[in-house]
């Protein structure tokens, strides 16, 4: 719609003098092309919440604070792990956020009607006929879902579930048109969730093998290199 933003983004894979007169490349600052390489997160908030929670270890000397980092870490670990775990136990596939989101979609999914188009290519297209300023409107969604998909099927571009909003591409969990073609057909939509989710997957993401308690100050090598003190002309405050 705006003529000078087009123009602004195309240059945006074109400024590396390395590679000269590039292709225009929208996966450089458009999430929906990254080819699901950041799984729909759009900020850096994850992070940040960080600097949150270190908020009065970031006033300890070095040593506290590697070493504060450090318990906390080893905590979250298992608090996470435990859930997993519990998850496990309770014979649950998916974590509770990905069911809850399934749900949800399933509710509204009643809505949409879906057309079998090639039932062999595992291709469909999902009708939304619910458009709140313009209720005579129809968005189509083609879908393409195969139950016994192989990583190198050549008929799905990638992953098991393909949609045109590219959100199963993207995050992995089925959007509200691959659920819609899920009660079409019958299938078991939670077939449809990336396995990088699975509940094994979890367990093993928090599993805490790697953190080992540390030996006691006596026992650590001793530090004979030069003493560096920090230049006082230097020293901002603030960030
Ligand atoms: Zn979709």
Request: hydrophobic share 30%; charged share 30%; proline share 6%.
């Amino acid at each position: 719609m705006n003529p000078k933003a087009i123009d602004y983004l195309e240059k945006c894979g074109k400024e590396n003098e390395t590679y000269g007169n590039e292709q225009w490349k929208p996966e450089r600052w458009a999430q929906t092309y990254d080819g699901g390489y950041r799984w729909g997160i759009m900020t850096s908030n994850g992070s940040e919440s960080l600097n949150s929670r270190y908020k009065a270890e970031r006033r300890l000397p070095v040593v506290g604070l590697v070493e504060d980092t450090w318990y906390k870490t080893v905590k979250w670990f298992n608090e996470r792990k435990q859930i997993a775990l519990a998850r496990q136990a309770e014979g649950e596939r998916w974590p509770k956020e990905i069911q809850l989101k399934l749900m949800k979609h399933t509710l509204k999914a009643a809505a949409i009607n879906v057309i079998t188009v090639d039932i062999e290519r595992g291709e469909f297209e999902a009708q939304v006929p619910f458009e709140k300023n313009n209720p005579g409107v129809i968005w189509k969604y083609q879908v393409f879902l195969k139950r016994d998909y192989q990583p190198r099927d050549p008929q799905l571009p990638s992953r098991r579930a393909w949609c045109k909003c590219r959100k199963p591409q993207l995050i992995g969990i089925p959007c509200l048109h691959v659920v819609a073609v899920c009660g079409h057909c019958r299938w078991d939509v939670s077939d449809f969730v990336d396995e990088r989710y699975s509940k094994e997957n979890m367990v093993k993401i928090w599993s805490t093998g790697d953190f080992h308690c540390y030996e006691d100050e006596d026992k650590s090598p001793r530090y004979d290199g030069p003493v560096i003190y920090p230049d006082k002309t230097m020293i901002n405050r603030g960030r």
